[in-house]
């Protein structure tokens, strides 16, 4: 397709703005300013094209317009046969297919989180929506064009902060009060997404993204940081805990964990490391036992209200190119693509390890899950075995799961010989293992991460 004169000449605009990026005589907004403007002028323009050419009734045309976009699809190949045996071709059938996959991993638990619950006020302070702070929130959301199942994109949100934020806090105000939460911003469009393992024509091989309401998660970031704040001033968050927090981060947990290692070493003394891998974790949160958790560390009702609405009956399309999948509807899990998802998670796993006798060492990075202790005498085995079993009961009392093949023991300069199990399977000895993106051994001397990453 040729672009006329002034399309080429915005297209031109962009480059030299790109190269003016790179000497960095321009800002980065500018340049994004600039790309949108171009992707939107593009996109105008190829619109208007393929109508006036369909529109036109000339059958030649719209025979050779038809020819050459055949082969352009979502980018999600054929996959493998469907129920009938035959390889799955249309956008629709694939979006369906992926959906009975997605909904087979949220479908356990029960429909809905009761309707009436009793819960006491919290010791929270108040929840002010204040236009300024929305206003504060609007303006630093990125520069995306991606819509939402609401149809509204971020970049939109973002220039128009000033005039939105008085009529979003009126929103705002009204659904936390109420408890009552627009349906869209109870729906979310699912991507799947390749993991980049195994054939790209196994359905199984991919995971799913999810875009839901950007109105919606601004909302979430004001209650987000109201619960954050709650719990940072009660000291409720567990101190093992690393992950989705401010000042935290999975460098810190490994430097953490590491610093214990060496000290041990440098008392000659052997450490075992026991890593747990929960099965999508995310997406087994059970909801009834989240509102419990939320109550007892003392959430105010309103809060609790909204969040319970918010979880139940929420709906979910796979989207794949334009076309849309039949919905289905997620028993159980913190919302993906969420602002409050990741901190819903954390409150449902913060008293794991209270369950964890104090001569074993917790540390976790959101779902990722290790105990470690000094190995002199078989009894420190002993302990640590007394410590995985306590793991096992809290996790199958929260109704989660291991992936039992995946539970590994690492002996850090240990030779103790003992045989760890979970649920009476025994625990696979390895003699490296990846720990948060970096490969650690036995020795603690990194060979194999330095010839990975070489």
């Known amino acids: 397709m040729k672009y006329p004169k002034e399309i080429r000449e915005i297209i031109k605009q962009k480059a030299d703005a790109w190269k003016k990026l790179k000497l960095g005589e321009i800002s980065k907004d500018n340049y994004k300013s600039l790309e949108i403007k171009c992707k939107l002028q593009i996109e105008k323009y190829k619109n208007n094209y393929l109508s006036k050419k ?74 002010i929506f204040e236009p300024y702070i929305i206003e504060k929130l609007l303006k630093k959301l990125p520069n995306k064009l991606s819509h939402s199942p609401e149809n509204i994109n971020q970049y939109f949100l973002k220039k128009c902060a000033t005039p939105l934020a008085l009529p979003l806090s009126i929103l705002y105000e009204n659904t936390f009060k109420t408890g009552i939460v627009p ?98 974790a995310f997406d087994k949160v059970d909801h009834q036992i989240l509102i419990r958790k939320l109550q007892e560390i003392k959430i105010d009702s309103l809060t609790i209200r909204w969040i319970a609405n918010f979880l139940s009956n929420r709906s979910h399309i796979v989207k794949i190119g334009d076309h849309f999948s039949e919905p289905f509807l997620p028993k159980t899990g913190v919302p993906q693509g969420t602002v409050l998802g990741p901190l819903l998670f954390l409150i449902y796993i913060n008293d794991l390890p209270k369950h964890i006798p104090k001569n074993i060492k917790v540390k976790l990075y959101a779902d990722d899950f290790k105990l470690y202790s000094e190995i ?46 979970i649920n009476g399977d025994k625990i696979e000895e390895v003699n490296n293992i990846r720990d948060l993106g970096i490969y650690i051994d036995n020795k603690l001397k990194f060979d194999q991460h330095v010839a990975k990453n070489h």
Not at 93 to 98: E, G, L, P, Q
Not at 377 to 382: A, I, N, S, Y
């Open 54 to 127: 369909i529109g036109s009734g000339h059958i030649g045309e719209i025979h050779k317009l038809m020819k050459r976009n055949r082969f352009k699809f979502s980018g999600i190949p054929l996959l493998n046969e469907s129920e009938e045996g035959d390889p799955i071709i249309l956008d629709t059938d694939k979006a369906n297919k992926f959906k009975n996959i997605f909904e087979e991993i949220v479908s356990g638990g029960k429909s809905n989180i009761q309707s009436s619950f009793e819960a006491e006020d919290g010791h929270q302070e108040e929840i």
């Open 183 to 280: 349906e869209l911003w109870k729906t979310a469009h699912i991507l799947p997404i390749f993991k980049k393992k195994g054939s790209v024509n196994d359905p199984k091989n991919y995971r799913p993204i999810a875009l839901t309401s950007p109105t919606c998660r601004v909302f979430e970031r004001i209650i987000a940081n109201n619960i954050l704040e709650h719990l940072y001033k009660h000291k409720l968050i567990a101190e093992e805990q690393f992950g989705f927090l401010p000042k935290s981060s999975c460098t810190l947990q490994i430097l953490s964990s590491m610093q214990d290692w060496y000290n041990s070493l440098d008392r000659k003394i052997g450490t075992d490391v026991i890593y747990f891998d929960f099965e999508k």
């Open 376 to 421: 002199k005498t078989e009894k420190d085995c002993l302990d640590l075995q007394g410590a995985i079993n306590n793991a096992y009961r809290w996790a199958k009392n929260n109704r989660l799961e291991f992936s039992i093949s995946k539970v590994k023991v690492l002996k850090i300069y240990n030779k103790i010989k003992y045989n760890y199990e």
